[in-house]
């Protein structure tokens, strides 16, 4: 069976979604195998980073495989190899060796991920790629949602070995979704420079542009504060809020929301010509909505400021996605992403690490203002750029 058209699209976008949800199951599976056995924050903490610094580190190294190969052909070999990383992690209790191999699912990560995005433009057209993004970034938010409800469910059901066994089915799945899209993602023909050389490329490419240099550095900034939103939120629910377990699952939830909906409703509408404005206004909400929440904490202001929060992360994502699409030739187009992933990526998780620190001081509450207004200092630095370059180009 072979799939084309609207339906191809979905099968990408479903199997980022299975992706996502994967990473999730693994990620959550494995906190409650080391909590378990007894092992430290320090270790837990370790099993997050091992995740995430392949990202950062290995992606923009392993970049230029990402256009070199047909994209189909790479995200099925890739699952196919996490599916069997997935057994090893299944079957070990060696924490040493459960870290690496996570490493290894966080580098399969890194290719994956810029490799489907190729594929898009190959199966909406050039005139539809916002629309197909956002269709991405929709399924990409609900298996980040359903994910961790999975493993839960499983862990229980199966323990955290049975988990990630049916984590390991799931990267199978993934890899025959991709295989029956006929649409192809060839890679551009030409010389090939050294792969040394190459990488560069996909660093050069994004620096020498003024709006994606401005566009990715506002935004890594930026998520370098609201990163911390990630473990303020559970406090600032908790102790400032007052509200139960199930009130800090409803926040959560605002926030899957928000982005679904923003990806479904509103991102596929922007012309590439209004995205830098979109990316200036979503980061003024992002800082808007968690200043507002933390100066009134009340349930009801927290579930509509959250709301915003969830659609400003999508816009900003997608406004990012599509500007790289536009401005950068297809050749080096997933070196490019790579390369804007890993800088995402990092500024995530030092604002992550920096996130239990500034709770502990500060509490809740006022991380959360904190990182409300440096996200509102940091866009409106970068805005005057944005704003130039859309009037020069539209």
């Given at each position: ?30 906190t409650?195998?080391?909590?378990e ?21 290995i992606?923009p ?9 047909e ?17 090893v992690?299944?079957l ?78 799931s ?7 991709v295989t ?20 560069r ?50 926040l959560?939830t ?27 206004g ?26 915003c ?49 500034a ?11 904190l ?24």
């Amino acid at each position: 069976m072979s799939i084309r058209g609207g339906s191809a699209l979905t099968a990408v976008a479903v199997a980022y979604a299975i992706s996502s949800m994967g990473d999730q199951v693994a990620l959550v599976a494995l906190t409650l195998r080391f909590y378990e056995q007894g092992a430290s924050a320090v270790l837990i903490s370790a099993l997050v980073v091992a995740g995430v610094l392949p990202i950062v580190v290995i992606g923009p190294l392993a970049a230029p495989m990402i256009d070199r190969v047909e994209s189909r052909r790479l995200v099925t070999a890739v699952a196919l190899v996490q599916a069997a990383v997935v057994v090893v992690v299944a079957l070990t209790d060696h924490v040493g060796v459960t870290l690496l191999l996570v490493a290894a699912l966080g580098a399969g990560l890194a290719v994956v991920s810029p490799a489907l995005l190729l594929l898009v433009p190959a199966v909406v057209g050039e005139e539809r790629v916002a629309h197909g993004y956002g269709r991405l970034e929709a399924f990409r938010s609900v298996g980040n949602v359903l994910g961790p409800a999975l493993a839960g469910i499983l862990v229980v059901a199966f323990g955290s070995r049975g988990a990630l066994l049916v984590d390991a089915v799931s990267f199978v799945l993934m890899a025959m979704v991709v295989t029956v899209v006929v649409v192809r993602r060839e890679p551009v023909s030409g010389a090939r420079p050294r792969w040394s050389q190459q990488v560069r490329e996909g660093v050069t490419v994004l620096g020498r542009n003024r709006l994606l240099a401005a566009a990715i550095s506002t935004l890594a900034a930026a998520v370098l504060f609201t990163a911390t939103m990630s473990t303020a939120r559970v406090f600032f629910a908790r102790e400032d809020v007052g509200t139960t377990d199930v009130g800090y699952g409803l926040l959560l939830t605002a926030h899957a929301v928000g982005m679904v909906a923003a990806s479904v409703l509103l991102a596929p509408r922007v012309p590439v010509a209004a995205q830098p404005r979109v990316l200036a206004g979503a980061g003024l909400l992002m800082g808007v909505a968690l200043t507002v929440v933390a100066v009134l904490p009340v349930l009801a202001v927290a579930l509509v400021g959250f709301v915003c929060t969830g659609v400003a992360n999508a816009l900003q994502n997608l406004a990012v996605r599509n500007l790289i699409h536009a401005e950068v030739p297809a050749e080096v187009r997933g070196r490019a992403f790579a390369c804007a992933s890993a800088l995402l990526n990092g500024a995530n998780l030092s604002g992550t690490a920096l996130g239990g620190p500034a709770v502990v001081v500060l509490g809740g509450a006022t991380s959360l203002l904190l990182a409300g207004l440096g996200a509102i200092a940091v866009t409106l630095a970068a805005t005057p750029v944005l704003l130039r370059r859309r009037h020069a180009t539209s």
